[in-house]
């Protein structure tokens, strides 16, 4: 494996043609390739419960769920970003490496990425005029936050717990928070904290 300088400058033409044949997932900043971070088995759970819930739900929509894998392109040529879950239900979005038109996209919190979810990127996908939900998870105890585009275009918080039923709006489909979280195991601490 070549090793990387600590930054990475390339196009963005120059990055969708690079970011494919690499083991690693990076994202694109302004020319700048910037490496993921690994997750947590918390994390990695959570990520493929809500997948599958959501896929299940989705099965004979015209709706498309992606996990992890798949980047949303945020501004063409500037920014493409991986979010944990990506739901799209727009007919024009086939291209084959990113997401153009989301309805939903849901990122699982670490530390080391919670700033970053919760700012700079929340800030980035408020601009898609096709996205309904964001939807923040808590990896380290129970608690959802959904911040939900009104009809004045204003972003509205909800939070849910663990014995809370989530309906997401974007998708029309129910799920339960004791759902989201089968199968994760907390540290004491986590709980306490």
């Given at each position: 494996m070549v090793a990387l300088s600590d930054r990475l400058l390339m196009t963005a033409a120059e990055y969708l043609t690079w970011e494919p044949t690499q083991e690693q997932r990076y994202e694109y900043w302004d020319g700048e390739?910037?490496?993921?971070?690994?997750?947590?088995?918390?994390?990695?759970?959570?990520?493929?419960?809500?997948?599958?819930?959501?896929?299940?739900?989705?099965?004979?929509r015209s709706?498309?769920?992606?996990?992890?894998?798949?980047?949303?392109?945020?501004?063409?040529?500037q920014k493409y970003f991986y979010p944990d879950v990506v739901?799209?239900?727009?007919?024009?979005?086939?291209?084959?490496?990113?997401?153009?038109?989301?309805?939903l996209i849901i990122e699982v919190l670490s530390p080391s990425t919670e700033a970053i979810d919760r700012g700079v990127k929340f800030a980035r996908y408020r601009q898609f005029t096709s996205l309904q939900e964001y939807v923040l998870v808590q990896a380290d105890r129970y608690h959802v936050e959904v911040f939900r585009r009104n009809d004045r275009?204003?972003?509205?918080?909800?939070?849910?717990?663990?014995?809370?039923?989530?309906l997401l709006e974007s998708i029309n489909i129910e799920i339960t928070i004791s759902e989201l979280y089968r199968?994760?195991?907390?540290?004491v601490d986590d709980l306490t904290s």
């Open positions: 390739v910037v490496a993921m971070s690994g997750g947590t088995r918390n994390h990695n759970r959570i990520s493929l419960n809500f997948s599958k819930l959501l896929d299940d739900a989705l099965l004979n709706c498309d769920v992606y996990i992890a894998d798949v980047k949303v392109q945020v501004e063409p040529g739901v799209t239900c727009d007919e024009r979005d086939d291209n084959t490496q990113f997401v153009q038109f989301p309805c275009g204003q972003w509205v918080l909800s939070e849910y717990n663990l014995e809370d039923r989530l199968q994760v195991q907390f540290e």
